[in-house]
């Protein structure tokens, strides 16, 4: 059977002739991996260039010291949330789109090779939007999976035009539940429970919406998983208001913003705390410093259900949006 090899693979391997650096190599070898047709003619090729990457991973792995690679994203803004999805979900798109990111948006598989974060600005605070290779039955990191389990939640990346949609989803599904990850709506107990999957609260995000093909998508979407999920329509490309993915990530995450005010001055209503629902006084005094939570006499609070100034207790749940002038 001939090959039939794509243009996308042949400037690929012309990358990798050229090439001289283990690490060049490696990835023009991956991406001629991710291109490559995938059918009986290719069979070879593709355990060609498997045994390939495995070698130079090796040899790489040994230079450095290191047992396999390392790859960490720090933590920023309110929460730290990650794209997750098949390859073309559009999740570079999104990054690209939403935050001043620059990423590599292209019309074949696995164009990101590492995480890419960049802020989205929502009202007066932020989310890290993390871009991420995409979950492939072929080649995966393990460090994807890693900054996936240690997320404070994902945006689950389907590409609602795909007329094999079933397929592209259950892929994710069974390839994340093999690596002890689970996707769970808002309602969901998040984090490790009594077996050891870790459960990541997320969004199913019904991307390329300006697709004519896409409104069935959506509609299957919204079938398979509400009202256990989430399901939201959107397009990268089409969109420019992002206002009600910034309010769905701010409710999936439990945000509440409480504003510390100086007596005798007003509360910066610009430069929130960040805290959950749920959390107290004590809670909020420990994010703006510890002093506070060790030597607090009393606190006054601004805010829904009380008289300007009200002195509260300890253990006073907050709400979003109250302001609090701490005393020691």
Same mark, same amino acid.
């Given at each position: ?5 794509? !243009? ?9 002739? @050229? ?16 291109? =490559? !047709? ?16 495995? %070698?130079?991973?090796?040899?790489? #792995?040994?230079?450095?010291? @290191?047992?396999?690679?390392?790859? @960490? ?28 990111? /620059? ?5 074949? !598989? ?5 995480? =890419?974060?960049?802020?989205? #600005? ?14 492939? +039955? ?16 994902? $945006? ?22 093999? %690596? /002890? ?10 984090? /490790? ?9 997320? =969004? ?19 079938? %398979?998983?509400?009202?256990?999920? #989430?399901?939201?329509? $959107? ?9 009600? $993915? ?9 945000? =509440? +913003?409480?504003?510390?005010?100086? !007596? ?35 606190? /006054? ?14 253990? #006073? ?12």
């Amino acid at each position: 059977m001939p090959a039939n090899l794509t !243009p996308e693979y042949r400037a690929a391997e012309e990358e990798y002739r @050229k090439a001289k650096d283990p690490a060049e190599k490696l990835a023009c070898l991956e991406k001629m991996l991710s291109v =490559i !047709p995938k059918h009986k003619g290719t069979d070879k090729m593709q355990g060609d260039l498997k045994r390939k990457i495995s %070698r130079l991973k090796e040899g790489l #792995q040994k230079k450095s010291g @290191k047992k396999g690679f390392s790859v @960490k994203v720090e933590r920023e803004g309110a929460a730290q949330v990650v794209l997750v999805g098949a390859a073309n979900s559009g999740k570079s798109a999104l990054v690209e789109a939403t935050t001043n990111a /620059k990423t590599e948006v292209a019309d074949y !598989p696995i164009s990101t090779r590492l995480p =890419i974060p960049g802020m989205f #600005q929502f009202e007066n605070l932020q989310f890290q939007l993390v871009d991420l290779p995409p979950v492939n +039955r072929d080649y995966m990191e393990p460090w994807v999976t890693d900054i996936i389990r240690n997320a404070n939640c994902a $945006l689950w990346m389907v590409d609602a035009g795909d007329r094999r949609i079933e397929k592209q989803v259950s892929e994710v599904i069974e390839l994340l539940e093999q %690596r /002890k990850i689970r996707l769970v709506g808002k309602d969901a107990p998040a984090g /490790k429970g009594s077996d050891p999957v870790r459960n990541i609260r997320s =969004i199913v995000v019904a991307t390329k919406m300006d697709v004519e093909e896409a409104a069935a998508g959506l509609a299957w979407l919204q079938k %398979r998983f509400e009202p256990g999920i #989430q399901v939201m329509g $959107l397009s990268a490309m089409g969109d420019s208001d992002f206002t009600q $993915l910034g309010r769905t990530l701010f409710d999936l995450n439990r945000i =509440i +913003r409480v504003f510390s005010k100086t !007596p005798g001055k007003n509360a910066d209503k610009s430069h929130p705390h960040i805290l959950h629902r749920g959390d107290c006084l004590m809670d909020f005094a420990r994010v703006v410093h510890k002093d506070f939570a060790e030597n607090l006499r009393y606190a /006054k609070a601004w805010g829904e259900g009380m008289f300007d100034g009200q002195r509260i207790q300890r253990d #006073q749940e907050l709400l979003d949006g109250f302001v609090v002038e701490l005393h020691m």
